[in-house]
């Protein structure tokens, strides 16, 4: 090849790449536009992480960016909190949240990050269906009412696994177990999956999760759903029943995601990064995705995600009183 054939290639490869960007192919936009990240504090496993893996392909095309999963589970999502709060504002640095964020400072202490001050509240994208589960082997009980007469025979001697202290997953089951009357003996675990794969083996007896985190296993027959903690009954697992409709009218609690970034981005970097969670989530693969793991999607406005964020942290406050949970 000589050099003027050389240089005629680049040229040519240049033009090309110029009118690729132009046009706004997918492709030459991530080059252009890098890397978003993602942090889960979540482990693998949670209701949270499969919902964003599932969102990862559509959000990569909507921001026109290369879309990173980063799961930073520790401390009950503690860990991946500090570590936004200590990202640039840039919008090059978001996360999906559990509603354990509103929670943490009602049964923490010391925190080190001001819920939601230091963060941007971006969207609240929706809620995920959260069923109580047992292992069949360890717990005969079928339904809600079975299972209470089984933990009233044996006040205390049953364990109850959780996500983590403080978590929506560890809230629930208290608020369960104060509904009902009875008592169990709480285990915390560094997130979801080791919680599921330890009530699987029969270290624990039973515990509440997120839907999308043991559908499976409850199909396959690993694990034994004894109610849905939804007002009605989840299309994606209509076989489930509530334990409203079990007896317990009062018990109903909702698990909500959001997606959050770093104190201090623009308005423009809040647009964008809101703007893409509407386009990722109106996907028609992603609201498949959703209807299969029982997600209700109702995305509301910047602006309505920073007042809901106050409205649910005065919440839970209440309801981490009521059931006697004590900061640690």
């Not at 790449?17 to 132009?22: E, K, M, T, V, Y």
């Not at 029943?241 to 317990?248: A, H, Y």
């Not at 910047?302 to 106050?310: D, G, V």
Request: hydrophobic content about 45%.
């Amino acid at each position: 090849m000589t050099t003027n054939t050389l240089s005629l290639s680049r040229r040519q490869a240049l033009c090309a790449a110029a009118g690729l960007a132009a046009i706004g192919l997918p492709g030459m936009a991530a080059a252009q536009s890098g890397t978003v990240r993602f942090i889960l504090p979540n482990a693998t496993g949670s209701g949270v992480d499969a919902i964003t893996r599932a969102a990862q392909p559509a959000l990569s095309r909507a921001l026109g960016a290369t879309v990173i999963v980063d799961n930073q589970p520790g401390a009950g999502g503690i860990v991946g909190l500090q570590a936004l709060a200590r990202s640039a504002p840039d919008g090059n640095t978001l996360a999906v949240v559990s509603n354990n964020v509103v929670i943490f400072p009602s049964v923490i202490k010391t925190l080190p990050f001001d819920m939601p001050n230091d963060f941007t509240p971006i969207a609240v994208v929706g809620a995920t269906p959260m069923v109580l589960v047992v292992n069949p082997a360890k717990v005969p009980a079928t339904n809600a009412k079975e299972f209470i007469a089984l933990l009233k025979s044996k006040p205390g001697q049953y364990n109850f696994a959780s996500g983590g202290n403080g978590t929506i997953l560890h809230l629930a089951t208290e608020m369960f177990l104060e509904e009902a009357g009875v008592t169990a003996k709480h285990i915390p675990y560094k997130g979801v999956g080791p919680m599921v794969t330890d009530i699987i083996g029969g270290q624990v007896e039973f515990g509440t999760a997120a839907l999308p985190s043991v559908q499976a296993h409850i199909k396959s027959g690993a694990l034994r759903a004894i109610g849905m903690l939804t007002a009605q009954r989840t299309p994606a697992a209509p076989e489930i029943p509530t334990f409203v409709e079990q007896g317990m009218r009062d018990f109903v609690v909702e698990a909500w995601f959001a997606v959050i970034g770093p104190k201090g981005m623009s308005p423009a970097a809040v647009k964008k990064a809101h703007d893409a969670v509407v386009t990722a989530f109106a996907d028609p693969a992603v609201k498949d995705a959703m209807a299969k793991q029982g997600n209700t999607i109702a995305i509301g406005s910047s602006e309505q995600a920073t007042a809901a964020f106050r409205r649910e942290l005065a919440k839970y406050a209440a309801l981490v009183k009521k059931v006697g949970l004590e900061p640690q």
